[in-house]
């Protein structure tokens, strides 16, 4: 079945770039998000990518992707302490089904 | 545009009772789902709607669980009686029907402690 796996803790001096690190084992997902949870809120949605892309951009986010080896990163340049969250890897499979599977979050600290 | 609506936001009973959720979609979209956050676990899927009708019900434990949404729009989750294990985050999201992206909306979500 599918797996999604993510280191649970990331601390980080504000102003310094971040790296989000996941892993997963479904061959065929066709999607791959990160989603951002602050404290006592609901998941956002920050960036996404389709499975034939390796890299994607986004103001401060950079999103990468290795297919051949299942490993899907997220990098923030300029931490802010803003970005203080819990970020959430997931993936959904072919076949039209859009349910992700999430992974457990890593938990991203900034210091001032 | 109003966000995902839950209510209440914590919920604090004793095992073997029951406990009712709410949720309230963002208007216009079509497809409904409950999660379950257990702390220190990302969301697991309990249930998906699309307007009235239930899609995909496989992960919700069906013996204690049960979920409706009536009129295609607002939707209640029940779980009863509730078991000490069913303390979690309980997330309701929604999303446009047909989306290719499957970008999904998130609600506050009901924080529920069973003693």
């Known amino acids: 079945g599918e797996d999604v796996e993510q280191s649970l803790f990331l601390s980080v001096r504000e102003g310094d770039s971040s790296v989000i690190n996941c892993t997963y084992t479904d061959s065929s997902s066709t999607y791959l998000y990160w989603y951002k949870q602050e404290p006592g809120a609901g998941l956002q949605l920050l960036t996404y990518i389709f499975s034939n892309m390796d890299m994607k951009q986004d103001q401060r986010l950079t999103v990468l992707l290795n297919k051949k080896d299942k490993h899907l990163s997220l990098r923030i340049a300029d931490t802010q302490t803003g970005d203080s969250a819990i970020y959430f890897c997931?993936?959904?499979?072919?076949?039209?089904?859009?349910?992700?599977?999430f992974g457990r979050g890593t938990s991203l600290i900034v210091h001032p | 545009e109003a966000g995902v609506a839950q209510s209440p936001r914590y919920k604090i009973i004793e095992k073997r009772q029951s406990v009712a959720f709410w949720c309230n979609p963002i208007?216009?979209?079509?497809?409904l789902y409950w999660y379950q956050q257990i702390l220190g676990q990302g969301p697991k899927l309990l249930i998906q709607?699309?307007?009235?009708?239930?899609?995909?019900d496989s992960q919700l434990p069906k013996d204690r669980f049960s979920a409706e949404r009536l009129k295609g729009v607002d939707s209640t989750l029940k779980i009863q009686p509730a078991k000490l294990e069913d303390s979690a985050v309980y997330l309701c999201?929604?999303?446009?029907?047909?989306?290719?992206?499957?970008?999904?909306?998130f609600g506050p979500g009901t924080r529920l402690t069973v003693l």
């Open positions: 709607f699309q307007n009235n009708g239930v899609v995909d």
């Open positions: 999201a929604s999303s446009l029907a047909g989306t290719s992206v499957g970008e999904q909306f």
């Open positions: 208007s216009g979209h079509a497809t």
């Open positions: 997931a993936e959904t499979p072919s076949g039209g089904s859009y349910i992700p599977t």
